[in-house]
């Protein structure tokens, strides 16, 4: 009896001792343990600060699908964890030739992509039409490397099943790493249906090209809403502002105030300005997410809009901006943006020509 005391009385007193230098969390089993309670909101800077140390270790994810599993429960998948949310991935992107509709994904758990590359849902000739319930839950650690053009937890979303809401709704990502692609964002990267989005949070990074269409949560969309929608996302290091559809010329640039565009009543684009640490510099012409025009300056002060090709791109805001190298570096803004509304005129029907008696056009 006298060994058991003296061995608590040995515990307690170690116990008492560590108080005096560290916190204790859980009681004597949970310093044991190492073990700390977690705290109800993680701190905003833990959510989006890249951890990835070794890409090379980095698998695609479709490699660790398990097809059996996604035909079996396809097409309302119950996902709780990260191979079967990959295998709900690979059943849209590879199962069919054509893409599945009327898919549903519901999370169960937080899911961890961590040492996968993710492949977004609909990626190359295959669209998403579904719905995505987070339930309250969270994906983390997700990266994407050079996917394609759409780029994102989806990569093209083209429309949601007829009894649904909201086609994505009350998920959450963070620590999201994304890099490439021309219309991007976390969730989505290019989405052609109009529906509202809600309760969803990103934290995150992306690196992409200037002539990206890059937003929080959506890249290019056409007609989408939020509601109760948030996040804290940077974009080739600049903290991003728009939910979705963000031009990447509209960020500050170094030196966008460089140039100076102008319109004139003659319907031209008037440069000013004459920096020769500008190397390349270029007149840029886009719409609708699109670059349609690129073209050096070289000693041309002024742009004709003739250049747009109104007749093939259609009516709507066209922007204008320069472009150029400074120092070796990559291609940047380096003028303000110049919005322009062309508008084409309504062709009138051609009425037909009435027929004789032969049937014959006179």
Partial sequence: MKIKKTIVCMLLAAVLAAQTSCEINGGIIGYIMDQNTETEEADDEDLYIPKITDESALVPAYQDADWWWATMNGPDFKVSNAQELISAAYYVNHLFTTSPSNVSITLTKDIDLAGYLWEPIGSGDKVFQGHIDGKGHTIKNMTIRDAGD????????????????????????????????????????????????EKIKVYGEINVDNDAVVGMICGEDKALSFEKCSGKVFINGEKLESLSAEPYHYLATPHEADFKLESTNDGRIMRTGNYTSAEGLRWVVETQGRRIYEKECGDDFSLSTDCFEAEKNGSGIYQVFLEASFDGGKPEKCSNVLDIQMSLPDVPEQEEEPENDMGEHE
């Avoid at 937890?153 to 959450?172: E, H, L, Q, Y």
């Fill in 150 to 197: 759409d780029v994102g937890f989806i990569g093209k979303n083209a429309k949601v099943r007829s009894d649904a809401t909201s086609d994505v709704r009350n998920i959450t990502f963070t620590n999201v790493s994304i890099s490439g692609g021309k219309n991007v964002g976390i969730v989505c990267g290019s989405s052609s249906f109009s529906v509202k989005w």
